[in-house]
């Protein structure tokens, strides 16, 4: 079993619409948790960084971690085709530790 | 400073051949990171320097891998007699001592024939 799942989607929505994105893990020892949106061919930018549980909100975008479910979240509203990309989560221990877990990614088309 | 840069962006080599990859961080971070990422999956992590010191390794960075950071500025990555399962795109990370997510340079995409 993979520390971090994440659905690797193909996923598709119209302009407009609330994107959820989703992953779940299984170390409880995780208490940073990012969003990554990686555009093709390219690496992948910082979106959100939260530490243990809550929300987090910028702008569109909303991040959320349930450490008692291990499961966190990330909604974009308002969604936009420049918002098409793949969106990795990533979590980490510590804040001295040294590695990122990444989830797979989820590739999203924001269709106009 | 424009961020995190990578040379080459793309190396195509035969099976044996020996590559090595450059990354040159933003220029105030000393903590560097190298991550490999394989089609449709996350990036994983290989190594971290802290300065010049290597201080961690990861069990996927095997004997054929070495990475070096003289001076703790830019950093290289050698692959020795590549193989096919080395095709990746080979990223590099860099951030302050305080930092925690880093920022990630573009990638080099690697091609083992």
């Known amino acids: 079993q993979k520390e971090v799942e994440q659905d690797p989607g193909p996923l598709s929505v119209p302009e407009g619409a609330i994107v959820s994105l989703n992953c779940t893990y299984s170390?409880?020892?995780?208490?940073?948790f990012m969003w990554y949106r990686q555009y093709s061919r390219k690496g992948p930018e910082l979106l959100m960084y939260?530490?243990?549980?809550g929300n987090k909100e910028d702008g569109r975008f909303t991040a959320q971690v349930d450490k008692s479910s291990k499961y966190i979240s990330l909604f974009i509203r308002d969604s936009q085709p420049s918002d098409s990309a793949t969106y990795l989560c990533a979590m980490k221990n510590q804040t001295g530790a040294n590695n990122l877990f990444f989830g797979t990614g989820t590739r999203l088309t924001v269709i106009p | 400073d424009t961020g995190v840069s990578q040379d080459p962006r793309h190396k195509i080599t035969k099976r044996g051949q020996n590559v090595t990859f450059r990354c040159d961080p933003i220029s105030e971070h000393n903590r560097l990171y190298w991550y490999r990422q394989t089609l449709g999956q996350g990036p994983e992590f290989l190594t971290y320097f802290q300065n010049e010191a290597q201080l961690e390794k990861s069990r996927l960075l095997s004997d054929r891998f070495s990475a070096e950071r003289p001076k703790g500025s830019f950093s290289t990555l050698e692959i020795q007699r590549t193989e096919q399962g080395d095709s990746a795109m080979y990223l590099c990370?860099?951030?302050?001592?305080?930092?925690?997510?880093?920022?990630f340079g573009p990638g080099t995409r690697l091609t083992v024939l």
């Open positions: 990370a860099s951030s302050l001592a305080a930092g925690l997510a880093g920022a």
């Open positions: 939260t530490y243990s549980s």
């Open positions: 170390n409880s020892a995780f208490q940073y």
